[in-house]
Nanobody, 127 residues
Framework: QLQLVESGGGLVQPGGSLRLSCAASGFTLDAYHIGWFRQAPGKEREGVSCISSGDIPTNYADSVKGRFTISRDNAENTVYLQMNSLKPEDTAVYFC????????????????????WGRGTQVTVSS
């Protein structure tokens, strides 16, 4: 059974850092696109970053470019999201999600394309 479990969220001051983890089970990560999404109260879920299957590059939302880094550890079957220079507007529940693309392509950051989702981890940026 395909499963994703997020961890690493918490409370951090503005300018601080967190590293989120997305541990996968029931499938091999490097054959799937993996995306990180977030949802703040009263707002729609939005794409933050994604990492493509194979050797195709990563993708980032403009709001996090230069601050967030996505990576994949195939041995641990885990995807990470390193978040630096955090801002209050980064406060949200962060979700990872996955789907398997039929063709080699850059991962999308559209929620409707992802089939499997974790339950999320809360990130709060506040002084």
């Amino acid at each position: 059974q395909l499963q994703l479990v997020e961890s690493g969220g918490g409370l951090v001051q503005p300018g601080g850092s967190l590293r989120l983890s997305c541990a996968a089970s029931g499938f091999t990560l490097d054959a799937y696109h993996i995306g990180w999404f977030r949802q703040a109260p009263g707002k729609e879920r939005e794409g933050v970053s994604c990492i493509s299957s194979g050797d195709i590059p990563t993708n980032y939302a403009d709001s996090v470019k230069g601050r967030f880094t996505i990576s994949r550890d195939n041995a641990e079957n885990t995807v990470y999201l390193q978040m630096n220079s955090l801002k209050p507007e980064d406060t949200a529940v962060y979700f990872c999600a996955t789907f398997r693309s039929a063709i080699p392509t850059l991962c999308p950051m559209r929620t409707w394309q992802y089939d499997y989702w974790g339950r999320g981890t809360q990130v709060t940026v506040s002084s």
